[in-house]
Structure formats: structure tokens, C-alpha cells
């Protein structure tokens, strides 16, 4: 894995990986020596308020604006943002330990009840519109027809450390699944993190952990 080491001789920051390297040279200024004398520059985590995806930054880093590359918001780095706690529901490294749940952000007034939260289970957990014919597990109550009464897919999957997996797909319905805004491709699937939108049909919906 890459990790970014600064050069002895002229402090050129410098990107490689120092378990595959016994010597390493720098291009700016042509001196060599071993990984151990270009020492590597400390990191910390910090989470995007806006979607909390985990961000790693230069620990000297301070008061900067740095952009997060999935959904662009601009963060300020600070003094303590090394004591970013995770978001809830997260472990280490961003991994959630406990099926997440859908949370209506937005419909056309067409939600049918006051309980604006859907828990998903571990398993399959098919998504449509309530119907007397509809065959989902989970049967949304509204009557928006724009969304289909068998309209996504989300997988929640148990890997061997405990830590669970969203993953969102499409179930050929009419109007298409959006994923943070983005319309899902046939045979798509996302791997969903917390803070994403999902939109079936007018509803929108934020994936939260708990």
C-alpha cells in the first residue's frame, strides 16, 4: 500500500510503497537511501459531515479547505478533526456492525403513515409500493405510482468479521432506482455507505446506521 514519506534532502513529499522498496531515490533532487530515511508522514482520519465518507489527511496539516472526492463538499481541516468520531453504527475503517435503515428525506405527500423509517434485515429486502398483489418484503406505504410495487433491491450481508454489507440494485422497475442522484444501470449493484440517497419513484430516502 502507497503511503506518502518526505525526502531527507530537498522535503519533497514522495508517494510509494514502502514494503515493496529496500532504497529509494528521490526525482527532484536524485538522493537515495533507504525507505527508513525518507520517513513517512504521519495521517489522520477525519468523516465528510456530508456524506461520512472516512477521509485520510497529513497529521501537519491545519486550517486548510480540502474537497471530498465522492460528493465534493468542501472540509475545513482543524486542530482536533484527528478526534472525528464515527458516524453511528461504524467500527473501525468505516465498517458498520448492524443492518442499517432508510429514512424518508422527501415525497410528493404521498407517504401514507407518521413512521418515516424503514429497517432493513439481514437478507434479501425487496422495496415497492404497498399492494394487495405486491410480492416485496418490505411494502412501502404510499401511493406513489411512480414507484413500482417490486422496485429495488438491497442485499444486507454478514461477512465473517461481523461487519455488514449493503448492496443496492434494481429491480427492472419503471422509473428507475436513483443512488445519489444517479440512475442505476441494469444489473448494477452499489455497495452502500451511510448518508447515501436512494430514490424510488417521488420518495427519497438516506441510508442511515444506527
Known sequence: MKSRSICPSCNAVLEFDRAALSAVKCPMCAHQGTTAD??????????????????????HIVNKDITCPK?????????????TELPAGLGAKNKLYMPGKLELLKDDGDWLQEEKTVSLMRGIN??????????CSIQLPTKDTYMSKNHALIEVIMKPDAEFVHRLSDQGSTNHTFHNGDPLEPGEVINLIPGDTIRLGHSTFRFVAE
Open 126 to 135: 425487496t422495496l415497492g409500493r404497498k399492494a394487495p398483489n405486491s410480492t
Open 38 to 59: 525518507f520517513k513517512e508522514i504521519p495521517v489522520k482520519s477525519i468523516h465528510c459531515p456530508t456524506c461520512k465518507t472516512a477521509l485520510k489527511v497529513a497529521e
Open 71 to 83: 460528493c465534493k463538499h468542501v472540509i475545513m481541516v482543524g486542530e482536533d478533526d484527528a478526534k
